[in-house]
């Protein structure tokens, strides 16, 4: 590593700062003028979404930036190796904590339709809920109440729990 490797590495770090605080200022200026706030309301999105995205542009910058420095000191591969696995590993953190209860309730409709434990129209009691079954799927079972209100149920909630059949 000489002092060109340091100076280039310097010189992205720098570019990468200037990049991401000015186009990062520019665009949320630009974002969060009326017309924009506008436009984002008309498509459904509010500014929390436009601040969330800001963020991770804001993010992409400094990693971009992170490896063009490394990459100039001469550490490119390891690093970008590193870079790589931590990502990996991180999507898939996510993935199993978001999917963390649609999988068993997956399990448990699987489990009900195929023993056909409760079947539409069979009226049944499960904890406080009480109604005639209107609709059985695999993440969920509806019912309908005496009042005529639509009770959604998880099914790993149903195999949890006792059911009493009428």
């Given at each position: 590593?000489?002092?060109n490797n340091i100076f280039n590495?310097?010189?992205?770090?720098?570019?990468?700062?200037?990049?991401?605080?000015?186009?990062i200022k520019y665009l949320r200026h630009a974002l969060h003028s009326k017309t924009a706030k506008e436009t984002f309301k008309k498509l459904g999105y509010n500014e929390a979404v436009i601040d969330y995205a800001i963020h991770y542009l804001k993010l992409?910058?400094?990693?971009?930036?992170?490896?063009?420095?490394?990459?100039?000191?001469?550490?490119?591969?390891?690093?970008?190796?590193?870079?790589?696995?931590?990502l990996i590993i991180s999507v898939i953190g996510i993935l199993v904590y978001s999917l963390r209860d649609l999988i068993p309730n997956a399990f448990a409709g699987y489990y009900i339709k195929t023993n056909r434990i409760i079947r539409e129209?069979?009226?049944?009691?499960?904890?406080?809920?009480?109604?005639?079954v209107k609709k059985v799927d695999l993440l969920t079972i509806a019912i309908e109440d005496e009042k005529g209100e639509l009770i959604i149920i998880p099914n790993n909630l149903i195999t949890k729990h006792i059911i009493k059949k009428k």
């Open positions: 590593m000489d002092l590495a310097a010189i992205a770090v720098t570019i990468g700062y200037l990049l991401s605080k000015y186009l992409f910058i400094y990693v971009v930036t992170f490896i063009a420095a490394v990459s100039a000191l001469g550490f490119a591969q390891e690093i970008l190796t590193l870079i790589v696995a931590v129209g069979e009226k049944i009691k499960i904890k406080d809920f009480e109604g005639k």
